[in-house]
């Protein structure tokens, strides 16, 4: 089955305490992004990845990385995790020509407390 | 730079009526998609319809339509005979890919409900 896979689904940390959420698909997709949704503000882009080793800011990468070592793969660090980080993070991924489908892992809900 | 404006937070509807969700962009682009996204309650992001906007024909899937007024940069999503599974967020998007540069945005969501 085609997929967007995410976890944990769920995390709770503490401020300043390094975390990684995976994001792994397997349609051999070429584009890879990364998005946080707030209430009242719907989702933003963080990072995006045109392919392997290639990555670019979306709107609001502070506080963020993302590395794109293998093209399944495209986890997304938060080195010294705040509390204005604590939001819901979703992955998506699509074929490079593939702008009508944009596929969706099932989102992360982060708290930092 | 491309915002997207959703004005009505938050709508409700009876079951097997017509509603209609707006939507506004602003850009300078002249080659874009325009999209709108459902999320129900397990808030998986779902495509429920698509525009590239160099089609003037306005898409349509299944009971969902929109009315794409490229001039006046509106993007509407009308969903004829509402169903309960219906209800959820929906979220207006603009893409435009340029030269392996791409930039989407989101709208702010738009709370749909529909009763029984």
């Known amino acids: 089955e085609a997929q967007v896979t995410q976890n944990p689904r769920y995390l709770i940390t503490v401020t300043g305490k390094k975390l990684t959420v995976t994001c792994s698909q397997n349609?051999?997709?070429?584009?890879m992004s990364w998005y946080r949704q707030d209430p009242g503000l719907g989702l933003r882009q963080i990072y995006y990845?045109?392919?392997?080793?290639?990555?670019d800011k979306g709107d609001v990468p502070e506080g963020y990385k993302v590395s794109r070592k293998e093209k399944r793969n495209f986890p997304l660090i938060l080195e010294s995790p705040s509390p204005n980080q604590t939001s819901l993070y979703f992955c998506?991924?699509?074929?490079?020509?593939?702008?009508?489908?944009?596929?969706f892992g099932s989102g992360t809900q982060l708290s930092v407390l | 730079a491309q915002t997207v404006t959703q004005s009505q937070p938050e709508m409700s509807v009876q079951e097997a009526e017509t509603v209609t969700l707006s939507c506004t962009y602003d850009t300078s682009e002249s080659n874009y998609y325009l999209f709108w996204y459902k999320q129900p309650p397990s808030r998986q992001m779902i495509l429920v319809i698509r525009?590239?906007?160099?089609?003037?024909q306005n898409a349509t899937e299944n009971r969902f339509s929109v009315n794409f007024q490229k001039a006046a940069k509106s993007f509407s999503l009308k969903i004829s005979d509402s169903q309960l599974g219906d209800t959820a967020m929906y979220f207006c998007?603009?893409?435009?890919?340029?030269?392996?540069?791409?930039?989407?945005?989101f709208g702010k969501g738009m709370k749909l409900t529909v009763n029984p």
């Open positions: 525009q590239e906007a160099y089609k003037q």
């Open positions: 998506a991924s699509r074929a490079r020509q593939g702008f009508e489908k944009l596929f």
């Open positions: 990845s045109m392919n392997v080793e290639v990555t």
């Open positions: 349609m051999n997709h070429e584009y």
């Open positions: 998007a603009f893409m435009r890919y340029q030269g392996g540069s791409e930039k989407l945005v």
